[in-house]
């Protein structure tokens, strides 16, 4: 890349930084928002916009991201919100909704009378912002594995809302919380940044799911940022739905605090957005922790959809499990580099990774990079990534049956989706889930 | 006549694995083909089934008195062919129920009938898993996967008498199953066998015979059909093995 070309670069990222973080300079005061941003804003002045050369970006292309001319946010009609807010809200979470917006909280679509006294659960910037002990301390604190994340201090310098769900300790949530971000907008491109926290305090449970969902042909970048404090003993069950406008760009960040015996099990689906990048990263500060970070991304036309994870076992007698399948159709491109850490005083790790991709199209392009970086030495961990079409085996055998060729195509393919999909815990989720990869699949390798 | 098979050259990857088969069946009748290993008789069955590894070089496949094959597949299968596999296969995240249900409105659709929900379907089922003697819960598994090699053979007869093919092809359902299993499959056959179907059976064992019995007996040996007989020529082939048939052929062949 030529200096001047690299230049133009910095130069959109900074205007990138400056229309992401407009509206927000009013921020005032000690509040706990105010302190985030002030660190963040100093980071960024020594962050750059990752390119080409950084290892973890070279098989994106940013730039067309970074050319988003990025107007003011719109505020749809209640009426497109409600669309987008019917297709994606299930019963079993009523009461125990939050709503988001175009990034603002909607006191509208939410319904927070499910939570019971006990459970603090709401928004992070509302009135009330300045009293809200419940999540000092744990507001930022996961997040600090990505202080070195370009994206992710743009989200903390410029998030205007958010949601949290704080579970105080030896308390189970009565049925799933939802935190719905729906994005929708006109013919002007703009950007949302949304936030959420996660706290389960010891012996506690819950279960979340989080769905981004948009309005096809809305043009805007979601940079979000989800921190979960899974504490001693806990259980967090948590559900990702990436469901963007097709003309998104979804960036998105996740941090994970596991203490003592804390398990997390979590399922990240994404099919939408044109082009989406995920951060996972999980610390497994404690010994006896389970942790689950299972996905599928289902790719077509030119999207891109890039996942990269890091499970760092930081304590013993642990166990750490990820199954990410692909299924990548006409010229699309996945990417996925997972990352397992087992560090000098870990011992008695049993950690599984595994990435398979299903390819339905000679054009689309895959890569894959699990790794393992060990430093203890008794420990068993097993990685591998597959990449494989559907089998004419199977198809015959489907064929034989009676089923058409397409249909045999597209019950494989569903079935190569199904092992992550089936393991959702939500039962209306996964109907819900179901139904749209089967019409997703219903198109693909035709 | 249900079946007809006419002088049937059939080649894979380059080579000639049947080198003219002659063969008629009709409804109401049971017909074996016995033959030692590579002989041709799964390469057959797969051939009537529409097989795409297979090139058929000469001859023709008659169902129903209309030729075959131009057909797909899955249009064969709705026309009434069901071909029990030899080694079936493993569908990983789709479950049996999902595949019967599947293949069997599939199946209403091509007739003009009317398809069953999942409820109504699931009666139904389960009446048929009786007649394998087949726990319901195999229902909710993913086709195949992790079943024993006895399970997997029963559950082809599952879907058989699910679909009620006109032409059931049956390649070596009997091997790999204990006695009581095989008594079981052979019950199972013989409740859907009538006078308006027809089954093929491949077997390297006469003993399943002993309960179907065959009206004719085929004996292939290398792409050919060595012999043809009644119930008695299994007998004789378990007896005498099959390299008396083999001489036999390379005498016609030279003649
Ligand atoms: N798809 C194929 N491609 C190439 N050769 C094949 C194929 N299928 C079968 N054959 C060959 O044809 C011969 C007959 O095989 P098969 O029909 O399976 O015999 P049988 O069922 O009698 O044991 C064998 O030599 C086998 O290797
Ligand atoms: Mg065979």
Redesign the interface.
């Known amino acids: 890349m030529s200096a001047e070309s690299q230049m133009n670069l910095q130069d959109r990222s900074e205007s990138f930084v400056r229309a992401l973080l407009d509206g927000t300079e009013d921020l005032e005061g000690p509040t706990r928002r105010h302190r985030l941003r002030s660190d963040a804003l100093e980071r960024l002045e020594t962050l750059r916009v990752p390119g080409a050369k950084d290892e973890a970006w070279r098989f994106l292309r940013l730039r067309p991201m970074l050319d988003v001319e990025i107007g003011s946010t719109p505020t749809p009609s209640d009426d497109e919100v409600q669309q987008l807010v019917d297709a994606k809200a299930f019963d079993e979470a009523d009461g125990r909704r939050l709503v988001f917006v175009n990034g603002a909280f909607s006191e509208t679509f939410s319904s927070l009378e499910g939570f019971g006294d006990d459970v603090h659960a709401g928004r992070i910037a509302g009135p009330d912002e300045a009293d809200l002990e419940s999540i000092d301390g744990h507001l930022g604190s996961a997040a600090d594995v990505f202080d070195e994340d370009y994206f992710a201090q743009i989200n903390q310098a410029g998030f205007r809302d958010g949601g949290y769900v704080v579970v105080p300790p030896d308390t189970a949530v009565d049925g799933p919380v939802q935190l719905l971000n729906v994005v929708t907008g006109g013919d002007e491109s703009f950007a949302v940044q949304p936030r959420a926290l996660i706290v389960a305090g010891r012996g506690s449970k819950v279960s979340v799911v989080e769905d981004f969902v948009g309005a096809d042909g809305s043009t805007y970048i979601n940079n979000c940022l989800t921190e979960v404090c899974v504490e001693e003993s806990a259980t967090v069950d948590h559900v990702v739905v990436q469901g963007d406008s097709d003309r998104a760009y979804h960036m998105n960040r996740r941090a994970i605090d596991m203490d003592d015996g804390a398990n997390y099990n979590s399922r990240t689906i994404s099919y939408g957005a044109t082009f989406s990048r995920f951060d996972v990263h999980s610390r497994g500060d404690g010994e006896e922790i389970d942790c689950t970070l299972d996905g599928l991304a289902i790719l077509s036309d030119d999207q891109v959809s890039d996942t990269h994870s890091v499970m760092d076992h930081r304590q013993g007698h642990s166990g750490s499990h990820q199954l990410h399948k692909m299924i990548i159709d006409d010229e699309s491109h996945a990417v996925f580099n997972g990352k397992i850490f087992v560090q000098q005083h870990a011992q008695k790790i049993d950690a599984y990774q595994l990435n398979r991709t299903l390819s339905l199209s000679r054009q689309a392009k895959v890569n894959t990079k699990p790794q393992l970086e060990i430093f203890a030495d008794d420990v068993s961990c097993t990685h591998g990534a597959t990449i494989g079409q559907l089998?004419?085996?199977?198809l015959?055998?489907?064929?034989?049956?009676?089923?058409?060729?397409d249909?045999?195509r597209e019950?494989?393919i569903?079935?190569?989706?199904?092992?992550i999909v089936?393991t959702i815990p939500v039962a209306s989720v996964r109907d819900r889930i179901t139904e749209t990869i089967q019409a997703q699949t219903r198109s693909l390798g035709a | 006549m249900l079946l007809e098979i006419e002088n049937l050259h059939v080649e894979a990857e380059g080579t000639e694995i049947l080198k003219g088969i002659d063969l008629k069946v009709d409804t109401g009748q049971i017909h074996a083909i016995m033959g030692p290993n590579g002989s041709g008789k799964s390469t057959l069955a797969k051939v009537i089934?529409?097989?795409?590894d297979y090139e058929v070089t000469r001859g023709d496949i008659l169902f129903e008195g209309e030729s075959i094959l131009e057909d797909?597949?899955?249009e064969?299968?709705?026309d009434g062919i069901?071909?029990a596999?030899q080694y079936?296969?493993e569908?990983?995240?789709?479950t049996n129920s999902?595949?019967l249900r599947?293949?069997y409105n599939?199946?209403q659709e091509?007739r003009g009938e009317q398809p069953l929900d999942p409820l109504q379907f699931d009666d139904f089922v389960r009446e048929k898993c009786k007649l394998v003697d087949m726990d319901p819960d195999f229902l909710d598994r993913?086709v195949n996967v992790g079943f024993s090699g006895g399970e997997k053979k029963r559950n082809e007869i599952l879907?058989m008498a699910v679909?009620e093919p006109k032409l059931g092809l049956l390649d070596e359902t009997d091997s790999g199953l204990d006695i009581d299993a095989l008594r079981t499959v052979a019950d199972g056959i013989k409740s859907l066998a009538g006078d308006d179907n027809a089954y093929v059976m491949v077997t390297h064992y006469q003993r399943v015979l002993e309960y179907i019995e065959p009206n004719h007996v085929h004996v292939m040996v290398g792409g050919r059909i060595a012999k043809s007989g009644d119930k008695d020529l299994a007998v004789t082939v378990e007896e005498k093995g099959y390299d008396w048939l083999a001489d036999d052929i390379e005498t016609t062949g030279a003649a």
Do not use: C, I
Not at chain 1, 414 to 419: I, L, R, T, Y
Not at chain 2, 91 to 94: A, C, D, E
């Open positions: 089998e004419p085996e199977q015959f055998y489907l064929q034989a049956r009676g089923l058409t060729e249909q045999a019950l494989l569903f079935g190569f989706a199904a092992e089936d | 089934s529409g097989h795409p797909e597949p899955d064969r299968a709705q069901f071909m596999f079936p296969v569908v990983p995240g789709v999902v595949l599947q293949a599939a199946r091509a993913n879907q679909l």
